[in-house]
């Protein structure tokens, strides 16, 4: 019987996966899309751009692309909360734009060809404002790709309200029971995701 359950496990782990991360995927799109409606960014001309939260989260998704923007958060997730069976949620906020930033630092954007036109002369114009967060910016962006990571991998992740006192509640954030079990007998190696898109030629 478990040797059942073993052979079950990388079948569970993998659906599992495949169904999360392109739904993650189609999440960061959505936002995308909506975002770019609500905060009429500027398309064209020497026009600065007012450059809210909202709006550098946007640019992001677009230079990185929502693919590699999936992957840095998803294996946040998985590498910080499978490793500590859970982890409070403003750390993980803090890792993921750390992560964020540092694939921002040095990127080339002459070797994406999917952004659209006004976002590379944005980023062209006012990159080096683009990439300078404040430390409410920080927490605003980093919350919000958590957030929808949470709503597109629910089936591989809760957040959990812990009282820490007798007035103070901390969110935790961890893996989900039954994924975890089936990761921990996978020796699963976060860096190691299934593949979600082809990779460039």
């Known amino acids: 019987m478990q040797k059942g359950k073993t052979n079950a496990a990388p079948a569970l782990v993998i659906r ?4 999360s991360l392109p739904h993650f995927v ?3 799109k959505a936002f995308m899309d909506n975002s770019l409606a609500m905060h009429k960014l500027v398309k064209g001309g020497k026009q600065s751009q007012v450059l809210t939260s909202k709006v550098k989260l946007v640019v992001f998704t677009h230079v990185l692309e929502p693919v590699t923007v999936a992957s840095i958060v ?3 997730f998985v590498k910080i909360c499978g490793r500590s069976g859970g982890v409070e949620e403003m750390e993980l906020i803090n890792q993921v734009i750390e992560s964020v930033q540092s694939h921002l630092k040095y990127f080339d954007i002459s070797l994406s060809k999917n952004i659209p036109d006004y976002i590379h002369d944005m980023w062209n114009r006012q ?3 683009i990439l300078i967060l404040t430390g409410i910016e920080k927490v605003e962006i980093g919350q919000a790709l958590v957030d ?3 709503n597109a991998c629910e089936e591989l992740f809760k957040k959990e309200s812990v009282m820490v006192s007798s007035d103070e509640r901390v969110n935790y954030i961890r893996i989900q029971n039954n994924f975890l079990q089936d990761l921990s007998e996978l020796a699963f190696n976060p860096i190691r995701l ?3 898109h082809k990779p460039n030629e």
Request: proline share 5%; aromatic share 6%.
């Open 26 to 28: 189609e999440v960061i």
């Open 148 to 150: 929808m990571c949470l």
């Open 127 to 129: 990159k080096d404002e």
């Open 74 to 76: 998803f294996t946040n």
């Open 16 to 19: 599992l996966l495949n169904k």
């Open 194 to 196: 299934p593949m979600i």
